[in-house]
């Protein structure tokens, strides 16, 4: 049975029900936070719940739970849907409350959280893409529930038979409708910078600090449109996702080989640290 909690409650999830004035369901007014888990452990909890506040703090709500009390939750969505691989998902709203743009003071969050699982990544399956204008608000550092336009924008991308979006703004990549982006050009790795214009991924970070000090140190600095088309590898990366090589942008081909020997590197560092956490070092 999925098991859920809901404001203080652990119940089966299709017994769920939140209230139609719900902000979140009436506004969008809400932030989430979707953990991976390997071996029933969660990859850099941390990080996560440290992004989690930092979203919450932006849009004005106070996190509803302690650290303790978020690790604890977690925990016992994870032990009670069996440990090993899963995704815990995590959604604050600011609270039910009659319409009206302004919020009234002092309503009290809605806090949502469950298990989803997470489907093993294939990384010899490489993933096609499409390129297209970064058409979001400015503030895609917060990771808001309101994502009609990733909506849209992957919508676009089934339609050309793609797995993802990568986006550009005013002629720079910033990054995938869900997911970060890296490049590989001349041997070296980027990524585009951190800024109101793409989300502090926990993955992203995690490569970049793993590759910090080694000839593949990452190098976060813009990234044109030209240069992406041009670049030897491609990839994309997200906690659900973890890392995918892209094989094709626009239906053209990136690079000469896909996944490339840079990516199959820095994967199997990656796979290094994953299996540490499942070993508990």
């Given at each position: 049975?999925?098991?859920?909690?809901?404001?203080?409650?652990?119940?089966?999830?299709?017994?769920?029900?939140?209230?139609?004035?719900?902000?979140?369901?009436?506004?969008?007014?809400?932030?989430?936070?979707?953990?991976?888990?390997?071996?029933?452990?969660?990859?850099?909890?941390?990080?996560?719940?440290?992004?989690?506040?930092?979203?919450?703090?932006?849009?004005?709500?106070?996190?509803?739970?302690?650290?303790?009390?978020?690790?604890?939750?977690?925990?016992?969505?994870?032990?009670?849907?069996?440990?090993?691989?899963?995704?815990?998902?995590?959604?604050?709203?600011?609270?039910?409350?009659?319409?009206?743009?302004?919020?009234?003071?002092?309503?009290?969050?809605?806090?949502?959280?469950?298990?989803?699982?997470?489907?093993?990544?294939?990384?010899?399956s490489p993933v096609r893409a499409v390129l297209r204008d970064d058409f979001r608000w400015?503030?895609?550092?917060?990771?808001?529930?309101?994502?009609?336009?990733?909506?849209?924008?992957?919508?676009?991308?089934?339609?050309?038979?793609?797995?993802?979006?990568?986006?550009?703004?005013?002629?720079?990549?910033?990054?995938?409708?869900?997911?970060?982006?890296?490049?590989?050009?001349?041997?070296?790795?980027?990524?585009?910078?951190?800024?109101?214009?793409?989300?502090?991924?926990?993955?992203?970070?995690?490569?970049?600090?793993?590759?910090?000090?080694?000839?593949?140190?990452?190098?976060?600095?813009?990234?044109?449109?030209?240069?992406?088309?041009?670049?030897?590898?491609?990839?994309?990366?997200?906690?659900?996702?973890?890392?995918a090589p892209v094989s094709v942008i626009d239906d053209q081909p990136v690079g000469a080989?896909?996944?490339?020997?840079?990516?199959?590197?820095?994967?199997?560092?990656?796979?290094?640290?994953?299996?540490?956490?499942?070993?508990?070092?």
């Amino acid at each position: 049975m999925a098991l859920c909690y809901l404001d203080g409650e652990y119940l089966p999830l299709h017994e769920a029900k939140v209230s139609v004035l719900d902000r979140g369901f009436i506004f969008g007014d809400g932030v989430y936070e979707v953990v991976p888990v390997f071996a029933g452990r969660p990859l850099r909890l941390d990080a996560h719940l440290a992004r989690l506040e930092r979203s919450l703090a932006a849009i004005g709500i106070t996190s509803p739970l302690s650290r303790t009390a978020w690790t604890t939750l977690i925990e016992r969505l994870v032990a009670h849907h069996g440990g090993g691989e899963q995704t815990i998902y995590l959604q604050i709203t600011r609270g039910v409350a009659p319409r009206n743009h302004l919020p009234p003071p002092g309503v009290a969050p809605t806090v949502f959280a469950m298990s989803n699982p997470l489907v093993p990544v294939d990384w010899d399956s490489p993933v096609r893409a499409v390129l297209r204008d970064d058409f979001r608000w400015t503030r895609c550092d917060i990771k808001s529930i309101s994502l009609l336009a990733n909506v849209l924008l992957r919508q676009e991308a089934a339609a050309a038979g793609a797995h993802e979006v990568i986006l550009v703004r005013d002629g720079l990549v910033t990054e995938g409708a869900a997911s970060n982006v890296f490049i590989v050009s001349g041997g070296r790795i980027r990524t585009p910078p951190l800024s109101h214009h793409l989300l502090p991924g926990v993955t992203r970070d995690l490569l970049i600090e793993l590759l910090a000090g080694t000839a593949d140190a990452v190098l976060e600095a813009d990234v044109t449109r030209a240069e992406l088309l041009a670049a030897d590898e491609v990839w994309l990366c997200s906690s659900g996702r973890e890392l995918a090589p892209v094989s094709v942008i626009d239906d053209q081909p990136v690079g000469a080989a896909c996944p490339g020997p840079v990516f199959a590197r820095v994967a199997a560092l990656y796979a290094t640290c994953k299996r540490r956490l499942c070993e508990g070092a």
